[in-house]
């Protein structure tokens, strides 16, 4: 029995309808921009696994550092204790963070990143003895699976079964070419009609509604508008942080700053699962009192996990040399030639590129759904073509690792463009 079938005895995977879906690839290794499956085929990870890796699979720099700490230290209880990689770490991301950033909140992932963002607006107003209950978030937004960050999501694949259950959550139109001032007006009317405790949002890109990016100019007069309001700001940086747009975070495009980040994905180089969310020093005063029910209760039995830190501050070491800066820069000057070949295709639709992002929107006769038959034809072909990318929708996307190297993205590429003739 081999180790897809020795799966279906008893694995239930994320997103996944097992009834209908085809079995899951079973993956045995991997090596920079690389895995291979039981059979020994080899697939280019064209999206860096969920966007986690930029750094390559089995990466002996930060291989070395968990092992080391593993030999040190490998967990213990952040309760009433610390230990020197999660001080370490804490003050290497103070160095790269907006100034404005000074108080670190650790947790498990992306999701549970942005639950402590909105627990903590939420909990901000009321410490001052303020009812403010609503949230707002944009339109197709993806902020994560647990129950306040799927309330600020927009996706209704993902959270229809839940409606009635959720946090109070007003959707304002993404600030994309066309629909700013829709944008500014509808912050402006949810402001003021409504008891908003905070904003979340994905800077200049939004993930999983297809990669649609929007101009920095837009996002800085809706957090003008929060600011000059009193409205907490979020920056859910779980997928663009770490250089995805070019920079170290998205945010570092803005001239108004946000009042929380929400860090995860590659801060560990896709090693181990660890999150932080960011605070000013406002936000944390505000729970900073002698009566200890203003803390913040919130916690998780891995929070800080010094093995997890210590694969972070290798990840950071990475990020920040020259040679994976000129990385960055080399995979979105490849993106850029692509686009400028493939714009004018009478299959597509729009192409749009932000750092290692690239993507493409394929034409078709109807709206396609986000896990309709067109995407799961495209998935298919490019698995046959040993390339891993999940279309949303007729949204195609690369978000590779930074080490991919240019003959392996020709070969992505090419088997794209060949799917824009063959699917």
């Known amino acids: 029995m081999n180790l897809t079938e020795r799966d279906s005895r008893h694995l239930w995977h994320p997103y996944t309808q097992h009834k209908t879906s085809k079995p899951p690839i079973a993956i045995i290794k991997g090596e920079g921009a690389l895995l291979w499956d039981e059979n020994n085929k080899e697939y280019i990870d064209a999206i860096a696994s969920w966007w986690v890796n930029p750094f390559g699979h089995s990466n002996k720099f930060i291989a070395d550092a968990i092992y080391k700490q593993l030999t040190t230290l490998e967990h213990v209880l952040f309760g009433g204790f610390t230990h020197e990689p999660a001080v370490v770490l804490a003050e290497k ?18 999701s549970t ?3 402590v963002a909105i627990k ?11 009812k403010r209950t ?32 959720l946090i109070d959550v007003i959707r304002i139109p993404v600030p994309i070419k066309g629909q700013m001032q829709d944008s500014l007006n509808a912050l402006a009317e949810a402001i003021q009609n409504n008891n908003c405790a905070g904003f979340i949002f994905e800077p200049l890109v939004q993930g999983a509604a297809g990669m649609v990016m929007y ?32 920079r170290t975070f998205a945010t570092d495009y803005l001239n108004e700053k946000p009042d929380m980040m929400c860090l995860s994905k590659a801060l560990t180089g896709g090693t181990i699962p660890m999150a932080i969310t960011t605070f000013t020093q406002d936000v944390y005063d505000a729970f900073y009192d002698e009566d200890i029910y203003k803390a913040l209760f919130h916690g998780h039995t891995f929070t800080a996990n010094p093995t997890g830190c210590a694969a972070a501050l290798a990840s950071l070491s990475l990020l920040q040399t020259e040679e994976m800066q000129a990385n960055i820069i080399r995979v979105n000057k490849s993106h850029l030639g692509f686009q400028k070949h493939i714009e004018h295709h009478p299959a597509v639709v729009t192409t749009r590129v932000l750092g290692v992002i690239f993507a493409l929107e394929i034409k078709t006769e109807s709206s396609e759904s986000y896990y309709g038959s067109l995407r799961n034809k495209l ?20 978000l590779p690792p930074y080490i991919i190297t240019d003959d392996q993205l020709r070969k992505v590429y090419e088997v794209i463009e060949k799917a824009l003739k063959t699917v």
Do not use: W
């Not at 991301?93 to 992306?110: A, H, M, T, V, Y």
């Not at 698995?383 to 007729?394: A, C, D, F, Q, S």
């Open 93 to 110: 991301l103070i160095e790269i963070l907006p100034k404005n950033q000074q108080k670190l909140f650790f947790s498990d992932n992306g």
């Open 113 to 115: 990143a942005v639950e």
């Open 120 to 130: 903590v607006a939420l909990q901000f107003f009321y410490n001052k003895g303020e």
């Open 134 to 165: 609503t949230i707002i978030a944009f339109e197709n937004a993806f902020h994560g699976d647990t129950f306040a960050a799927m309330a600020a999501s927009g996706i209704s694949c993902f959270t229809e079964a839940f409606q009635g259950m």
């Open 215 to 246: 101009e920095s100019v837009g996002l800085d007069k809706l957090i003008r508008i929060c600011h000059e309001n009193k409205v907490l700001t979020i920056a859910d940086e779980v997928m663009t942080g770490f250089g995805k747009t070019g």
């Open 379 to 398: 998935y298919d072909f490019f698995i046959e073509n040993g390339i891993i990318l999940r279309p949303i929708g007729n949204i195609v996307y690369i």
